[in-house]
């Protein structure tokens, strides 16, 4: 950014403070919410654009068509954060392509200096795009650039019009790394090669994830680092393969939870080309070369469709008593999470993050094989890379590799029962923009002086290496 005068490019996303606002594209699949997959797909490219909530100009809400093929919003509906405040798109409402229209909701609801503005289908039940604020416009909440951008405060109103994106303060910058600045390779040369990605440290266990369908159990080396473990087959990491015995997992996130070691795949490497969304369940207690899943849930049909090689990148478990003793709100259900209500579920959420959208979903994942999303929310990022479970802060860290120059976004549970982002950070000063997929934090008894041992997975394998240690505050 050559001036900060300037209008903050795409890359850049907006720290957690008064002024932070988070895109909320939660679109669901035509599948589930009765609409035709080719108007899903089209409804997928309109946006909230920009929003006025104070001054001369009436409390108004403007929408952007950003895609190629006009959009019908008849019967949209717009609501703020009371989900019995509703203003109804007229009959006959189209967006052209790369057309704006603005809506005065003033006569339905008020917009507030602590509020936030949600788009809907027609169902008033499928929300396409949403964001929040902390404080009144001034004069406008706008993205910048249109559609596509973050959010900030424009120098004028523009509704029905290109926003103005010329000298606007835009979002604030992210801070500093909470750690030290020293990064240092984590593994021998060139022990890995390229792709790997998930990252989760089980005690004295790294597991690794990599693309090409290959889990690794790696064990410290003694020098801070970690290598692969040698005994029971795990030498060379192994070969995963889906509850049929067939097929590649793209296998991009993992996790520990009771029942086995859990892997986010976005597609079967044997059919690339289409999406396969999915999380696998592997028991690791073999000593065989292979792992076949005992347990997959198939979560393509519940999600916005993706780029096969934009799906799912990353997840993490939250326990069911971190999720109560915060009061998270179960979205199914628009109450308190309960997790009796479920049956057996490993006791525990399971949270997948979407590289192509930011966006994060949390689900129950029964024993039996079904699952129910209950919660949806923007990572503030525009990717996720990788989910973390910090227990002992009680936030979650969502990832972004070189895409975003390599931010680190924390979510807690507000005071609303939704996660919300709290903090956004760069990542360390020593550590050149890789491409870094996975992340992993240590457990607190290893934290010393404050500090303790943080871990990043290089896609690019960077060097010759694919893992790297720094530290975070703990």
């Not at 590649?248 to 086995?260: K, L, N, Y």
């Not at 491409?435 to 041992?453: H, I, Q, R, Y």
Request: hydrophobic share 35%; with cysteine; aromatic share 8%.
């Amino acid at each position: 950014m050559d001036s900060v005068t300037t209008w903050p490019s795409r890359r850049r996303r907006p720290r957690a403070l008064a002024r932070f606002l988070v895109a909320v594209p939660l679109l669901a699949a035509g599948a589930l919410t009765g609409v035709p997959a080719a108007h899903a797909a089209a409804a997928d490219e309109v946006r909230i654009n920009e929003v006025v909530t104070t001054g001369d100009v009436d409390d108004s809400v403007e929408l952007y068509n950003r895609g190629t093929a006009p959009v019908d919003v008849s019967g949209w509906v717009l609501k703020d954060d009371d989900k019995d405040h509703t203003y109804k798109i007229p009959s006959g409402t189209t967006l052209a392509p790369g057309g704006f229209r603005a809506f005065d909701v003033s006569g339905a609801f008020g917009l507030g200096s602590d509020d936030r503005a949600r788009l809907y289908l027609a169902d008033g039940r499928t929300q396409v795009d949403g964001f929040s604020w902390s404080e009144h416009a001034d004069p406008s909440w706008s993205r910048c650039p249109d559609g596509t951008g973050a959010f900030g405060q424009a120098d004028s109103v523009t509704l029905g019009a290109a926003n103005d994106c010329g000298t606007g303060e835009g979002p604030t910058a992210p801070a500093a790394w909470p750690g030290g600045g020293a990064v240092a390779a984590a593994d021998g040369s060139d022990v890995f090669g390229e792709d790997l990605s998930g990252l989760y440290q089980d005690g004295g266990v790294l597991w690794a994830a990599q693309n090409s369908g290959r889990l690794w159990r790696l064990v410290p080396d003694g020098s801070g680092g970690w290598k692969p473990n040698t005994a029971n087959g795990w030498s060379s990491g192994k070969t995963l393969r889906f509850p049929s015995g067939s097929g590649s997992p793209d296998s991009e996130g993992v996790t520990a939870a009771a029942g086995g070691i859990f892997v986010a795949s976005e597609r079967d490497g044997d059919a690339s080309g289409t999406s396969r969304l999915s999380v696998l369940r592997y028991d690791v207690s073999g000593s065989g070369s292979s792992l076949t899943a005992t347990k997959e849930w198939n979560l393509t049909s519940d999600l916005p469709s993706t780029g096969s090689n934009l799906g799912l990148e990353a997840v993490t478990r939250v326990p069911d008593s971190a999720l109560t003793a915060a009061g998270f709100e179960d979205a199914s259900t628009g109450t308190a999470y309960d997790p009796a209500r479920y049956g057996a579920h490993g006791g525990g959420v399971f949270f997948v993050g979407v590289e192509g959208t930011g966006m994060v979903y949390g689900y129950v994942l029964g024993d039996s094989g079904a699952y129910t999303r209950i919660a949806a929310f923007a990572s503030g990022l525009s990717g996720v890379m990788e989910l973390q479970w910090e227990p002992q802060a009680s936030r979650l860290w969502a990832v972004c590799d070189d895409t975003c120059d390599g931010r680190h976004q924390t979510l807690a549970v507000d005071a609303t029962g939704a996660f919300a982002p709290s903090a956004t950070y760069n990542r360390p000063s020593g550590m050149p923009d890789y491409n870094n997929e996975g992340f992993a934090l240590a457990d607190a008894d290893e934290c010393v002086a404050g500090s303790k041992p943080v871990y990043w997975s290089d896609d690019a394998n960077d060097g010759g290496h694919a893992l790297r240690r720094g530290t975070v505050s703990c």
